[in-house]
């Protein structure tokens, strides 16, 4: 039951290009949605998120859009640096509180200096 | 800045054996969660604890799982008896609210069963 899918499992890039990472979902109650970094040997860390009711959120080089009707995000990084390179977890939650996120099986970038 | 520091970060055990793996949470924060990533896999929501108690477990968190907050700092995850397929990496997680939106991972123990 893969209720939020990253299809691709690599990704490589030249340096100073965009960087588009792909995220579907099946459930169409999820509320918010969220971008995870993971270097090797170390947790999670938290990158952007986006509510439901936006389809935009910019943080310098990074913006999440969020297509509601596809049920389709992306993460998209401009320029994209080297150490950029890392793996990508796009999850998903029902709402902001209580809910436990639903993590894809994430998307490695290798940014190519 | 602090971090979520979980203890230790290979842990290898005989199938059958009992583990404790150990995490640190932040120290203002309230809310503690585990997820596991078994390799190649995504990562999995185990359960969330607040106020010495489980506030939400998935199904995987069945009856050979156990958590504990056994002082002020540590939050602890037991497996009673290891099986084959519960090798995987286990993050702790933790929160100052109620938000899985604002959680801080740790980096991780990677539980080896053998």
């Known amino acids: 039951d893969q209720q939020v899918k990253q299809n691709s499992p690599s990704l490589s890039v030249q340096e100073g290009r965009i960087s588009i990472l792909n995220c579907d979902y099946t459930?169409?109650?999820?509320?918010?949605f969220l971008w995870y970094k993971k270097y090797p040997a170390e947790g999670p860390t938290f990158l952007i998120s986006?509510?439901?009711?936006?389809d935009k959120n910019e943080d310098g080089r990074f913006t999440v859009f969020l297509n509601k009707s596809a049920k389709h995000l992306s993460l998209h990084i401009v320029p994209s640096q080297p150490g950029d390179s890392a793996v990508y977890f796009c999850?998903?939650?029902?709402?902001?509180?209580?809910?436990?996120?639903?993590f894809g099986k994430g998307t490695r970038l290798s940014v190519i200096a | 800045e602090p971090e979520v520091t979980q203890t230790p970060s290979h842990q290898v055990t005989q199938m059958g054996q009992e583990v404790i793996l150990r995490c640190v949470p932040i120290?203002?924060?309230?809310?503690f969660y585990w997820y596991r990533q078994i390799l190649g896999q995504k990562v999995e929501f185990l359960v969330s604890?607040?106020?010495?108690?489980?506030?939400?477990k998935s199904e995987i968190f069945d009856d050979q799982f156990s958590v504990e907050r056994p002082d002020g700092s540590n939050f602890t995850l037991k497996i009673r008896s290891t099986k084959l397929e519960d090798s995987a990496m286990y993050f702790c997680?933790?929160?100052?609210?109620?938000?899985?939106?604002?959680?801080?991972f740790g980096d991780g123990t990677r539980l080896s069963i053998l």
């Open positions: 997680a933790s929160s100052e609210m109620a938000a899985f939106l604002a959680q801080h």
């Open positions: 459930n169409s109650m999820f509320d918010y």
């Open positions: 986006i509510s439901s009711i936006k």
């Open positions: 999850a998903a939650s029902l709402d902001k509180l209580n809910t436990p996120l639903v």
């Open positions: 120290s203002n924060h309230l809310y």
């Open positions: 604890f607040y106020n010495n108690e489980i506030s939400e």
